[in-house]
């Protein structure tokens, strides 16, 4: 029933729509009907990508390359009898998968509770009575009751209207209400946007009130095609998974090459079988860095945390590293470059130009008159002016009734909350109100509007609108609209409290001020009124005719104060910034303007996109930094062109026809307030705050994060180097094996884990928006890091094979010695740490207080050295005996000498530098 015309409803008048759902009109379903349909249709609810249990989660942590590595390598060791060693793998393997499951489920919750600020009722009548029931316990047949500042619960033919307007931008694109009428039966061709007669799920009414028969629930509305459309999985693989992923199979190549080359080195010199397994398990563990997934996943994890403090929602953790790719940032106008909140900025009265003051829907600020305030009770043409914004007003200003629970939950996001003021209805509208109630008047609150005895709503061939009211026996009709229909419909002005006639001049001027207010970018409207000798009047047309003209209002949304900062930041990092929009090509280049966005006035429109093909938008690309006008398959179109391009792209989305785009970008950006469930479900990250500045933030800790991973791979990895290095120069030479597995594996996942997770949480580097994006293709080792992994690994390596053999040559005892080389490569990695806090400074201009965590960890690390070195339970688990005052000797001077020569040589170099100077002077 309710798929087989689901297409043909707006061809369908209202009886005929009635008769086929089996509905009555007047009395609407009965409640036994309603809940037969239910249970037929299913909730009212968008079906989605099926919600990944907490078990799911948990098991996808065992997926990872790099943790199957481990799985094999705590085998290996179970079956050679090391018990100790296989625990511990199992150990850090088990502490990885529940960090990554925690982070993940937090994330998901996170976007549950935003969903949970949705409108969750809706109005309906059910045996002949208005009741409210549940938004999903809808149902196709119901009459639904459709009241300004409501959301549209279902998909419904109207069979009721007055003076209703319903925004559909999240549908259609479009910024501006469409009016909506039961009146009209439509051709079954009538597209999307012009189906007048049909209400849409999830659209919003501005203005008016209306009855219609749902006619689509859950996926059989509008929305629910495009939610169909987007739920095709598609692979998020990000660059670092694949260089990770890639490292990880390198590393067991090599193990594996190790393994086979010491086994047969030791079989050729007629070594002992078992010895010779031994030694390349022990230079598997040395290859492989167990600790790497670990410390990976927190760093990410305590990257989405340190986020998370920023307003960003980050879903999955791999989508940080991706951050720091990003070359263009598409950002919508609306609410995200701006505060998406209209505001009155300037009047045109009196033939004065009147500046005012304040953001927002909150109802404080002043009026200038050349820079000076003035009392604006005492300026007549100004509160005539304001005082037609309000009673020309469907809207209304209230203090929002779910400021608690919204509160409540920015509070446990660790955002601020916002302002308690907010609008019902158009925000045009709404900034009239606002800017009344600056200069006093009361404003459009419950119980305090009187109440009009007739309106002319405002259609878009009209361009107007008009109210009237009956004030002391007379009847008034107050008017706005767009200014240069306003004027041509005006007699008179209105100037200093009297009236005269309007003249031919004066028309000029005020239309000359109108162009100078639209070259600003703001939005103008025209203000009049007129009194009716009697109402109803025989001629309609005579209620806006004879007009006095009072005024012109240029309002606009404010860009957001600290975007025009961030948008610099972005663009000194290498980031372009592009505005795309569906408003009008002089308030885009406005607002760009004031960003700092663009110089010029050029801007590419959706009319312009539909003429350009694939390959002429790849190139306009590269240049133009403003659309406007476009519709949301323009915004599919550019994000493709931008990729194709080589550009890594971050599209911010807020609507559900946003979702495409939003899902096609390499980061998909969506609003958390604004934004609609669908979009938050195609997008890798969240803005808890719908700010393009959260963007940026978001970059740069992306950068950040990725610095960090980079600084401990460089520092695990020469580790790891060393490690190997010493084994196998041992086995080389035909040593006996300077360290055991367990050393080896307690180095990995201790020693060496507890600072490189500190190196984790290395503040940013000052200067990383500095620099120019990475590459995605950029390798691991990219920039050098390949050769001071290398050069670190192998002077490690051989130092501690010289303090292994002199130790062994001191003592003649090999368990000695070991602890000896043990220590050494303790204690080289923990000075090491330190030099690899940053890829582009010095140690020396490294300020190390910068990271308490690291110098504690490194602190901790040194005290569990000395106790596996020391404590006697510790020493038959690790093979150590106590070190003596030689023994500590040989350990510093061989773990320490390469940082005491850097140190010593810059010292040299700087006293070699000043004496040059010195002499030339």
């Known amino acids: 029933m309710q798929n087989s015309r689901e297409n043909l409803w707006h061809a369908l008048n209202p009886s005929t729509t009635a008769s086929f759902l089996d509905t009555d009109i007047i009395t609407g379903l009965t409640q036994r009907e309603a809940e037969r349909r239910l249970k037929h249709f299913g909730k009212n609810i968008l079906e989605k990508n099926r919600r990944t249990t907490a078990l799911e989660i948990l098991a996808g942590q065992f997926g990872d390359f790099m943790v199957l590595i481990l799985c094999a390598a705590a085998l290996a060791s179970l079956i050679m009898g090391e018990l100790g060693d296989s625990i511990t793998i199992i150990t850090i393997m088990v502490l990885n998968a529940f960090l990554g499951f925690i982070q993940e489920y937090r994330a998901e919750r996170s976007l549950d509770a935003l969903q949970q600020l949705a409108a969750p009722h809706a109005k309906v009548i059910r045996d002949n009575t208005p009741v409210e029931i549940k938004t999903y316990d809808v149902v196709p047949g119901d009459i639904l009751i459709i009241d300004v500042g409501t959301r549209i619960a279902a998909d419904a033919r109207l069979i009721d209207s007055i003076s209703l307007e319903v925004e559909e931008s999240i549908l259609t694109g479009e910024s501006v209400p469409v009016t909506k009428t039961a009146h009209y039966t439509l051709k079954p061709e009538a597209g999307l946007g012009d189906r007048c007669n049909i209400v849409f799920m999830g659209t919003s009414v501005t203005r008016g009130h209306g009855k219609g028969i749902v006619v689509g629930t859950s996926m059989s509305t509008e929305i629910g095609k495009i939610a169909h459309m987007i739920q095709e999985e598609k692979d998020n693989t990000t660059p670092l998974q694949h ?6 199979r390198v590393l067991v190549v090599i193990s594996i ?9 030791g079989f050729l010199r007629g070594g002992d079988r078992i010895e010779m397994i031994m030694s390349g398990v022990s230079l598997a563990v040395a290859a492989i860095p167990e600790g790497l997934p670990a410390v990976v996943t927190i760093a990410l994890a305590l990257g989405v945390q340190r986020m998370g403090k920023r307003n960003t929602i980050i879903r999955k953790l791999p989508a940080v590293e991706t951050l720091g790719c990003v070359t263009v940032i598409c950002a919508d106008k609306t609410g995200t470059l701006t505060k998406n909140e209209m505001t009155v900025r300037e009047l045109y009265v009196g033939g004065k130009q009147v500046g005012v003051t304040g953001l927002g829907y909150t109802p404080a600020g002043e009026f200038f008159v050349s820079g000076q305030p003035i009392d604006a009770k005492a300026e007549k043409d100004l509160m005539l002016a304001l005082k037609i914004g309000l009673r020309c007003n469907n809207a209304s200003l209230i203090r929002d009734s779910k400021t608690g629970i919204l509160r409540s939950f920015l509070l446990r996001q660790r955002i601020k909350p916002l302002s308690e003021w907010r609008i019902i209805g158009d925000p045009t509208e709404g900034a009239l109100i606002v800017a009344g109630a600056k200069a006093g ?3 459009n609150t419950s119980g305090t509007r009187p109440s009009p005895v007739h309106e002319i709503p405002f259609d878009s061939e009209r361009k107007r609108m008009t109210m009237i009211y009956q004030d002391h026996g007379e009847f008034i009709a107050y008017t706005k609209g767009a200014p240069e229909i306003i004027i041509k419909l005006s007699a008179f002005i209105s100037e200093s409290g009297k009236i005269r006639n309007l003249s031919f001049n004066e028309r000029k001027r005020i239309l000359n001020e109108n162009l100078r207010m639209t070259a600003r970018g703001l939005r103008v409207l025209a203000l009049a009124y007129r009194y009716l000798p009697e109402f109803p009047v025989q001629d309609p047309k005579d209620i806006e005719s004879n007009l006095i003209f009072v005024g012109l209002v240029g309002m606009e949304d404010p860009p957001r104060e600290e975007v025009k900062k961030s948008v610099a930041l972005a663009k000194m990092a290498g980031i372009r910034t592009i505005m795309i929009t569906g408003d009008h090509v002089g308030t885009a280049i406005s607002v760009a303007h004031a960003l700092g966005l663009s110089q010029d006035n050029s801007a590419i429109t959706g009319a312009e996109l539909d003429n350009m093909t694939d390959k002429s938008l790849m190139k306009h690309v590269e240049h133009s930094n403003i659309f406007a006008r476009v519709n949301p398959k323009h915004k599919l179109r550019i994000v493709k062109a931008l990729k194709a391009r080589g550009h890594i792209v971050a599209m911010t989305g807020d609507g559900v026809n946003d979702a495409p785009a939003v899902r096609e970008a390499d980061i998909g950006v969506a609003m958390g307030l604004a934004g609609t469930d669908i979009t938050r479900e195609a997008a890798s990250m969240v803005l808890a705050d719908d700010n393009y500045a959260t963007i940026v933030a978001a970059v740069e800790e992306g950068r950040s994060i990725y610095d960090n991973i980079r600084k401990f ?24 094996l300077p360290l055991v597995p367990i050393q080896i594996l307690w180095m990995n996942l201790v020693t ?3 600072p490189a997770i500190a190196l984790g949480v290395d ?36 130092c501690t094979v010289i303090a292994f053999i002199i130790s062994l040559y001191l003592y003649k005892d090999v368990r000695r010695a070991r602890t000896v080389a043990f220590t050494c490569l303790v204690m080289a990695q923990l000075i090491y740490v330190f030099h690899c806090r940053s890829e582009y400074h010095r140690l020396s201009e490294t300020d190390f207080s910068t990271n308490p965590y690291l110098i504690g960890a490194v602190a901790i690390s040194g005290a569990m050295q000395f106790l596996a070195v020391y404590l006697p339970a510790a020493q038959s688990v690790f093979h150590t005996v106590p070190l003596e005052g030689l023994d500590w000797l040989i350990v510093f001077l061989f773990s320490g000498w390469l940082s005491i020569v850097t140190i ?18």
């Open 763 to 798: 503040p940013a580097d000052p200067q990383a928006m500095n620099r120019k994006p990475r590459c995605p293709r950029e390798g691991v080792f990219s920039q050098g890091l390949g050769v001071k992994i290398a050069i670190r690994g192998i002077t490690i390596g051989i």
């Open 257 to 265: 090459i190790l393994c086979a080359f010491v086994a047969l080195a």
């Open 713 to 736: 791979i460089r520092y695990l990895l020469a580790c790891n180097a060393g490690e190997v290095l010493t084994m196998l120069i041992a086995v080389i030479i035909g040593l006996p």
């Open 752 to 754: 060496d884990g507890l």
């Open 441 to 443: 008047l009361s404003p």
């Open 243 to 248: 260089r990770l992923e890639h490292l990880g």
């Open 904 to 921: 010593a040589f810059k010292k040299i170099r700087r006293l070699m530098i000043r004496r040059t100077s010195i002499v030339r002077a």
